[in-house]
């Protein structure tokens, strides 16, 4: 009898340890790495996340999908972190907060996920979503949770002090760890994952870049695999790490850890046109006095946007617009060392279109420079550009003081970038155009139609000779972009 209990008590015990889906006595996850990665006490991580955020200005965006960010300790690369969260409207609402993260203690089959309860912080609690976690393990035989595999796991728990520094609303999360680089699973989690990428929801995509080698051979890397991962294309991005693969062992261990994490978002992006890939900050531990330029390991934060494909301005927001290019013009031929504006508190001015400052002077073009990235808001970018029009064109003498009288403005604020493949796209008149080679580029805005009477195929021909220096008909081999605009001047 004695013997039976004890073989019934040792199989419950196995049976409570080894099934992952036994997630009803799920306690809180306390946290692995504070005191090491990050602050372990309330009041010195929050004086820590001020310093982070102090020096990057603070945005209104509504439109970010997902965050490349990294997560290695905070005096390392906390500030290129900073610079991706800040990219989030801290009002903003989200259903949940998608952590993925590739397992850096354990290689297993599937992915891991936290399923109930909540991750503990210094800065307090964060929930889990356990309705939507219910969901994907119900659904999904490859989901489910390994103990091992999250108990040490520091990817998706340094992430979390960001988000609760950064955003005034609560927010829960779902905490996912990829057990392997195996496509089939990034594949497999992309497609479970797809019906919650919308607005409703925010995805954080955990990763560094290269691994230990030289300071020189970290910039060069990265930026390569950077620029894999802004094409939006897993196949260029599954060549660049196979690439740097070729390297390991000789100073080059990995040129991105989070590899299965990235290739999961690209698999719910790539085939998606209203989707943008964007460049925010690149550091590696070189750059701080920590560091050994020696041995480096290297940080991007990329954000992830839903393009505007609406632009509404208010007849008040145009005249603010352009008081604003003329007196930055103004200002800076007086005082070229003068301190920026003050911004203007108008919601329009904070968010991130690109925009083009044309000048003309008794009905002649005087000068036009533009910026077709929403990298800024569009505060500083009309300021920028309205100065660049005025003092950097290089087809002009600069404008000089005297004349600024006799100059009028005109600015021309552009929804993204769209890629054709046929001319038949193109409608004169409501399309600007941008042509690009190689490392030849050029542009003209949709009003340029309408004003030279050019068919399109002269349109393109002048674009492509005049402006991106291809040849008449070098816009037949080159890619084609169109654009709107939402064109006002002073007249």
């Given at each position: 009898?004695?013997?039976?209990?004890?073989?019934?008590?040792?199989?419950?015990?196995?049976?409570?340890?080894?099934?992952?889906?036994?997630?009803?006595?799920?306690?809180?996850?306390?946290?692995?790495?504070?005191?090491?990665?990050?602050?372990?006490?309330?009041?010195?991580?929050?004086?820590?996340?001020?310093?982070?955020?102090?020096?990057?200005?603070?945005?209104?965006?509504?439109?970010?999908?997902?965050?490349?960010?990294?997560?290695?300790?905070?005096?390392?690369?906390?500030?290129?972190?900073?610079?991706?969260?800040?990219?989030?409207?801290?009002?903003?609402?989200?259903?949940?907060?998608?952590?993925i993260g590739r397992s850096h203690r354990?290689?297993?089959?599937?992915?891991?996920?936290?399923?109930?309860?909540?991750?503990?912080?210094?800065?307090?609690?964060?929930?889990?979503?356990?309705?939507?976690?219910?969901?994907?393990?119900?659904?999904?035989?490859?989901?489910?949770?390994?103990?091992?595999?999250?108990?040490?796991?520091?990817?998706?728990?340094?992430?979390?002090?960001?988000?609760?520094?950064?955003?005034?609303?609560?927010?829960?999360?779902?905490?996912?760890?990829?057990?392997?680089?195996?496509?089939?699973?990034?594949?497999?989690?992309?497609?479970?994952?797809?019906?919650?990428?919308?607005?409703?929801?925010?995805?954080?995509?955990?990763?560094?870049?290269?691994?230990?080698?030289?300071?020189?051979?970290?910039?060069?890397?990265?930026?390569?695999?950077?620029?894999?991962?802004?094409?939006?294309?897993?196949?260029?991005?599954?060549?660049?790490?196979?690439?740097?693969?070729?390297f390991s062992g000789k100073n080059l261990?990995?040129?991105?850890?989070?590899?299965?994490?990235?290739?999961?978002?690209?698999?719910?992006?790539?085939?998606?046109?209203?989707?943008?890939?964007?460049?925010?900050?690149?550091?590696?531990?070189?750059?701080?006095?920590?560091?050994?330029?020696?041995?480096?390991?290297?940080?991007?934060?990329?954000?992830?946007?839903?393009?505007?494909?609406?632009?509404?301005?208010?007849?008040?927001?145009?005249?603010?617009?352009?008081?604003?290019?003329?007196?930055?013009?103004?200002?800076?031929?007086?005082?070229?060392?003068?301190?920026?504006?003050?911004?203007?508190?108008?919601?329009?001015?904070?968010?991130?279109?690109?925009?083009?400052?044309?000048?003309?002077?008794?009905?002649?073009?005087?000068?036009?420079?533009?910026?077709?990235?929403?990298?800024?808001?569009?505060?500083?970018?009309?300021?920028?550009?309205?100065?660049?029009?005025?003092?950097?064109?290089?087809?002009?003498?600069?404008?000089?003081?005297?004349?600024?009288?006799?100059?009028?403005?005109?600015?021309?604020?552009?929804?993204?970038?769209?890629?054709?493949?046929?001319?038949?796209?193109?409608?004169?008149?409501?399309?600007?155009?941008?042509?690009?080679?190689?490392?030849?580029?050029?542009?003209?805005?949709?009003?340029?139609?309408?004003?030279?009477?050019?068919?399109?195929?002269?349109?393109?021909?002048?674009?492509?000779?005049?402006?991106?220096?291809?040849?008449?008909?070098?816009?037949?081999?080159?890619?084609?972009?169109?654009?709107?605009?939402?064109?006002?001047?002073?007249?």
């Amino acid at each position: 009898m004695k013997h039976i209990l004890l073989t019934t008590f040792a199989l419950i015990i196995w049976i409570s340890e080894t099934s992952p889906q036994n997630h009803e006595v799920m306690k809180d996850r306390k946290p692995a790495v504070a005191g090491t990665f990050y602050p372990a006490t309330n009041t010195a991580l929050k004086h820590q996340m001020i310093i982070l955020f102090e020096n990057i200005p603070e945005t209104t965006e509504n439109d970010v999908a997902a965050l490349i960010v990294p997560h290695a300790g905070y005096v390392f690369s906390g500030e290129v972190a900073a610079s991706a969260y800040a990219k989030i409207n801290r009002q903003a609402r989200y259903k949940n907060i998608f952590i993925i993260g590739r397992s850096h203690r354990k290689f297993f089959d599937g992915v891991s996920i936290y399923p109930k309860g909540n991750y503990i912080t210094p800065l307090g609690e964060v929930k889990i979503n356990d309705k939507t976690t219910s969901q994907l393990i119900e659904k999904h035989s490859f989901i489910y949770y390994d103990e091992e595999a999250d108990r040490t796991e520091h990817s998706l728990e340094v992430q979390l002090p960001f988000l609760q520094y950064w955003l005034y609303n609560d927010f829960q999360i779902v905490p996912l760890i990829i057990g392997s680089d195996d496509p089939g699973i990034y594949e497999k989690l992309a497609e479970a994952l797809m019906p919650w990428f919308n607005a409703d929801n925010l995805f954080v995509i955990s990763t560094d870049f290269s691994h230990y080698p030289t300071y020189e051979t970290a910039v060069k890397t990265d930026a390569e695999t950077a620029d894999a991962i802004v094409a939006n294309d897993s196949e260029k991005l599954k060549e660049c790490c196979n690439r740097n693969s070729r390297f390991s062992g000789k100073n080059l261990q990995t040129g991105l850890c989070g590899a299965a994490a990235v290739q999961t978002l690209l698999h719910l992006t790539q085939n998606n046109p209203d989707i943008t890939f964007k460049k925010i900050t690149y550091k590696n531990s070189g750059d701080v006095p920590e560091g050994d330029k020696n041995r480096v390991v290297g940080y991007w934060a990329i954000a992830v946007m839903r393009n505007k494909t609406e632009i509404s301005i208010s007849a008040e927001d145009k005249l603010a617009m352009l008081k604003l290019a003329r007196e930055s013009i103004t200002r800076y031929l007086i005082y070229p060392k003068s301190e920026v504006l003050k911004p203007i508190s108008s919601a329009i001015m904070n968010e991130h279109f690109g925009a083009f400052v044309t000048l003309k002077k008794e009905g002649k073009l005087r000068g036009c420079i533009g910026r077709f990235e929403p990298s800024t808001s569009l505060y500083q970018t009309i300021t920028e550009m309205a100065i660049a029009a005025a003092t950097r064109d290089s087809r002009f003498d600069p404008v000089t003081i005297k004349e600024i009288s006799q100059i009028k403005i005109e600015i021309s604020i552009l929804t993204p970038l769209k890629k054709i493949n046929s001319i038949d796209e193109i409608e004169p008149g409501k399309h600007g155009i941008y042509i690009k080679k190689g490392l030849n580029s050029g542009t003209f805005l949709p009003q340029v139609a309408t004003e030279t009477g050019w068919t399109k195929e002269e349109f393109l021909g002048h674009c492509a000779r005049d402006k991106a220096g291809i040849g008449w008909e070098g816009w037949k081999t080159a890619e084609l972009y169109t654009y709107e605009a939402i064109v006002f001047g002073e007249e």
